[in-house]
């Protein structure tokens, strides 16, 4: 597999944290140097190694924020 690049830009807010310290973390994220998106996965503590996650656009995450204030 070949290396996947990454920066976080921005810390959005962590959701959860399981008693390992892993981090259900959203973030703002740079993949391979390319434009930052949103990202929710969980992360170790050192943030060396990650789980499974979505990544969403800027209008994805206003989608969902939409869909979301229905549900209220």
Do not use: C
């Not at 959005?12 to 949103?38: A, C, D, F, M, Q």
């Not at 499974?52 to 994805?60: N, V």
């Amino acid at each position: 597999m070949a290396n996947i690049k990454f920066e976080i830009v921005k810390t959005i807010g962590v959701l959860s944290e399981s008693s390992t310290g892993w981090r259900k973390e959203l973030n703002l994220i740079s993949w391979n140097e390319r434009e930052p998106k949103y990202d929710l996965r969980d992360w170790s503590p050192d943030h060396e190694k990650m789980g499974k996650g979505i990544t969403l656009s800027e209008q994805e995450v206003t989608q969902l924020k939409a869909i979301l204030a229905k549900e209220d």
